[in-house]
T-cell receptor, first 112, second 114 residues
């Protein structure tokens, strides 16, 4: 059974500081996604990582993938309040696209 | 471009009552997904459609849940009868095709069963 584990599940951040969220998965996968969800809203696609060593950056967020370690990280640079949300990683288990398997999510709260 | 549309956004019902959710995917997207998201959890797949065919419904509780996607566009997810444990957010997502395409999610229907 594929498991996707995120940590931490909650992260209280100070504005201007750097943080990292980790996403571990238990079996090989073709690709990994990061989504953002604001309270009461749906999921917004942030990144898709396709291969080992892939790195994607958008603003203060940078995602990377190590398929050998089955690990993805989401790095936050100089946190700002607008980044407060819940972030999910999701793993695609095969090209047939059975489903995305989601982690439980990491809830970020940025305070000044 | 319009995103995935879902209705209603909120629904409160008493247990044992039926309920239905509607989804209109992004135009041109052949693959449609229904997910359930429990409080504090990530979404879990209930059923996946390729056009009008349900190709993965292994996680759908078939004793009370049913779904259809007529003409390969809109989809309806039904629960009959609803149980207290069905309280959750029901998310619809679509992609151009299965597998290698990003899934785009709708705003969800928040169901509360009393």
């Amino acid at each position: 059974e594929l498991k996707v584990e995120q940590n931490p599940l909650f992260l209280s951040m100070q504005e201007g500081k750097n943080y990292t969220i980790y996403c571990n998965y238990s079996t090989t996968s073709d690709r990994l996604y990061w989504y953002r969800q604001d309270p009461g809203k749906s999921l917004e696609s942030l990144f898709v990582l396709l291969s080992n060593g892939a790195v994607k950056q958008e603003g203060r967020l940078m995602a990377s993938l190590d398929t050998k370690a089955r690990l993805s990280t989401l790095h936050i640079t100089a946190a700002v309040h607008d980044l407060s949300a819940t972030y999910f990683c999701a793993v695609l288990i095969n090209q047939a696209g059975t489903a995305l398997i989601f982690g439980k999510g990491t809830t970020l709260s940025v305070s000044s | 471009e319009a995103g995935v549309v879902q209705s209603p956004r909120y629904k409160i019902i008493e247990k044992k009552q039926p309920v239905a959710f509607w989804c209109n995917p992004i135009s041109g997207h052949n693959t449609l997904y229904w997910y359930r998201q429990n409080l504090g959890q990530g979404p879990e797949l209930l059923i996946r459609y390729e056009n009008e065919e349900a190709v993965d419904d292994s996680q759908l509780p078939k004793d009370r849940f049913s779904a259809e996607r007529l003409k390969g566009v809109d989809s309806t997810l039904k629960i009959q009868p609803a149980e207290l444990g069905d309280s959750a957010v029901y998310l619809c997502a679509s992609s151009f095709r299965a597998g290698l395409e990003t899934q785009y999610f709708g705003p969800g229907t928040r169901l509360l069963v009393l």
